[in-house]
């Protein structure tokens, strides 16, 4: 069993940057392949970013290419999301995943879930 705990969330305005992190409770954290997902009041939980368990590749939604790149240091467990040029539309709950098959999109494909960080972007 693996324990995710996000962080970093906030208000920011349009064009900022923010940096979520989640943290993982156990070492064997890098074992597995990671993603962020984030849901928007009243849609339904999509596919942001996802990292293979090497970390050496990566995955992104086409809303978030070019600004958005996830990472992760298996020295501290945890697993980040660097988020650039920030959008009104990216406001949402950002969620960390882990345990999918890499590059997933079906956020029912992994087993371990944060509860969530609040982004909320500002015009």
């Known amino acids: 069993q693996v324990q995710l705990v996000e962080s970093g969330g906030g208000l920011v305005q349009a064009g900022e940057s923010l940096r979520l992190s989640c943290a993982a409770s156990r070492r064997t954290f890098s074992n597995y392949h990671c993603a962020w997902f984030r849901q928007a009041p009243g849609k339904e939980r999509e596919f942001v970013a996802a990292?293979?368990?090497?970390?050496?590749?990566?995955v992104y939604a086409d809303s978030v290419k070019g600004r958005f790149i996830i990472s992760r240091d298996d020295a501290k467990n945890t697993l980040y999301l660097q988020m650039n040029s920030l959008k009104p539309e990216d406001t949402a709950v950002y969620s960390c995943?882990?345990?999918?098959?890499?590059?997933?999109?079906?956020?029912?494909?992994?087993?371990?879930w944060g509860q969530g960080t609040q982004v909320t972007v500002s015009s």
């Open positions: 990292i293979s368990w090497s970390g050496r590749s990566t």
């Open positions: 995943a882990a345990g999918g098959a890499f590059g997933s999109e079906d956020s029912y494909d992994y087993d371990y």
